[in-house]
C-alpha cells in the first residue's frame, strides 16, 4: 500500500481540553511521521477559505466561529494508507457515532466540536497540507 499525507488539526476544543499531547501520542503510536506541526490561532478568512466547501451549509457561520476562537495544531502527518487509518483512529465526524475508542468518541463533544479535522482524500490531504505548511517546512 502506498505512503500518503494527510492534514490533522487538533481543534480548539481538543487545544482548551489540553488533549494536544494525548492525540499526538496516539497518532505516534499509530505509526505516523509527524513531517511539520505548528500552533496557530486560525484567521476567520484562513477559516473560511479551508472551509470553502461548506460555505453553503447550515452550521458554516457556527463552525468558522468554533475554528477561530482560540488555538490549534495543524500537523502534516505521513503513514502507509494515511488518509484511511487516519479516519479510522479519529472515528465518525460525531463523536456520538465514533467507535469506543477513537478520538473523537474519546475527546469530542459533539458533531460541531469534534476535537480533530480529518482529510477526506489522498488529494485533499495533500492541498490541505499546502493550505498550512509551505513545502520546505515538511520534514
Ligand atoms: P471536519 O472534519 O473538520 O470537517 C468539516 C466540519 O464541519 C466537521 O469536521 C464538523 O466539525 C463540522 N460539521 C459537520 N456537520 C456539522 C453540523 N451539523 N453542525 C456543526 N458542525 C458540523
Do not use: W
Not at 460555505?55 to 463552525?63: A, D
Request: hydrophobic share 40%; charged share 25%.
Amino acid at each position: 500500500m502506498a505512503i500518503q499525507r494527510t492534514l490533522c488539526i487538533i481543534k480548539p476544543d481538543g487545544v482548551e481540553k489540553r488533549k494536544q499531547g494525548a492525540i499526538l501520542q496516539r497518532l505516534l503510536d499509530e505509526g505516523f511521521r509527524v513531517l511539520a506541526m505548528r500552533q496557530l490561532t486560525i484567521g476567520r478568512k484562513q477559516a473560511e477559505g479551508f472551509y470553502a466547501v461548506h460555505r453553503e451549509r447550515g452550521f458554516f457561520g457556527e463552525l468558522i466561529e468554533f475554528m477561530t476562537r482560540g488555538p490549534s495544531v495543524v500537523v502534516a502527518l505521513e503513514r502507509e494508507n494515511a488518509v484511511a487509518h487516519y479516519r479510522e483512529v479519529i472515528g465518525a465526524t460525531d463523536p456520538a457515532k465514533a467507535a469506543e475508542g477513537t478520538i473523537r468518541k474519546l475527546y469530542g463533544a459533539n458533531v460541531g466540536e469534534n476535537a480533530v479535522h480529518g482529510s477526506d482524500s489522498e488529494e485533499n490531504g495533500r492541498i490541505e497540507i499546502a493550505y498550512f505548511f509551505a513545502g520546505h517546512e515538511l520534514l
